[in-house]
Nanobody, 122 residues
Framework: QVQLVESGGGLVQAGDSLRLSCAAS????????MGWFRQAPGKEREFVAS??????SINYAVKGRFTISRDNAKNTVYLQMNSLRPEDTAVYYC?????????????????WGQGTQVTVSS
């Protein structure tokens, strides 16, 4: 089992930056691929970014403004979000893929956090 706890969300203005963190426990973090997803009100959960266990494979839905990274010593994955827009408003979820590969597909992720709210005002 893997437990994931997100933090770092909040209310910001358009153009601001936020860094989300996701702390993992319960399994060797360095073997896990990690992903960030988001879900806006009334919409389906969608892929944001993912990172393989080694960090060598990275995928983005929002290229250029968001950066995913990991610190295996801290069992933590981060999502740096810059130049935020009102359309980025959503609950952001961290997820772990026990098979280790970076993926855009929700179905590849075995474990999910509870989510952290990000609200961007115009």
């Amino acid at each position: 089992q893997v437990q994931l706890v997100e933090s770092g969300g909040g209310l910001v203005q358009a153009g601001d930056s936020l860094r989300l963190s996701c702390a993992a426990s319960g399994r060797t973090f360095s073997n896990l691929a990690m992903g960030w997803f988001r879900q806006a009100p009334g919409k389906e959960r969608e892929f944001v970014a993912s990172l393989s266990w080694s960090g060598s494979s990275i995928n983005y839905a929002v290229k250029g403004r968001f950066t995913i990274s990991r610190d295996n010593a801290k069992n933590t994955v981060y999502l740096q979000m810059n130049s935020l827009r009102p359309e980025d408003t959503a609950v952001y979820y961290c997820a772990a893929n026990g098979r280790g590969y970076s993926s855009r597909a929700l179905s590849d992720y075995n474990y999910w956090g509870q989510g952290t709210q990000v609200t961007v005002s115009s």
